[in-house]
């Protein structure tokens, strides 16, 4: 089993920064491919972005490219979100998630086993 607990979310004006944490206790996370995930109210949960298990590999959806980056620290057994220009459609809880597969990290929900319990991110316009 692998918990995942979110924290840094918070209030920021339109064009500030965050920066997501995501810890993990349990198992050591060095051979889980990791990801964010958003919802925000009334809509479905959506990716954000993913990270292979060694880091090599990352990928973003659409809308946060260029201004999220996501990394981890195998060491810390944390993944972090880094979320610049942020803009008021970033609104939504951030969840973080955990899939135990060593492929190409995945951008559909289902693929992830282990969920943490969010961490809410609202931007101000």
């Known amino acids: 089993q692998v918990q995942l607990v979110e924290s840094g979310g918070g209030l920021v004006q339109a064009g500030g920064s965050l920066r997501l944490s995501c810890a993990t206790s349990g198992r050591s996370i060095y051979t889980y491919n990791m990801a964010w995930f958003r919802q925000a109210p009334g809509k479905e949960r959506e990716f954000v972005a993913a990270i292979s298990w060694s880091g090599g590999i990352t990928v973003y959806a659409d809308s946060v490219k260029d201004r999220f980056t996501m990394s981890r620290d195998n060491a810390k057994d944390t993944v972090y979100l880094q979320m610049n220009s942020l803009k008021p459609e970033d609104t939504a809880a951030y969840y973080c998630?955990?899939?135990?597969?060593?492929?190409?990290?995945?951008?559909?929900?289902?693929?992830?086993?282990?969920w943490g319990q969010g961490t809410q991110v609202t931007v101000s316009s």
């Open positions: 998630a955990a899939a135990p597969n060593l492929g190409r990290p995945n951008m559909v929900a289902s693929y992830y086993n282990y």
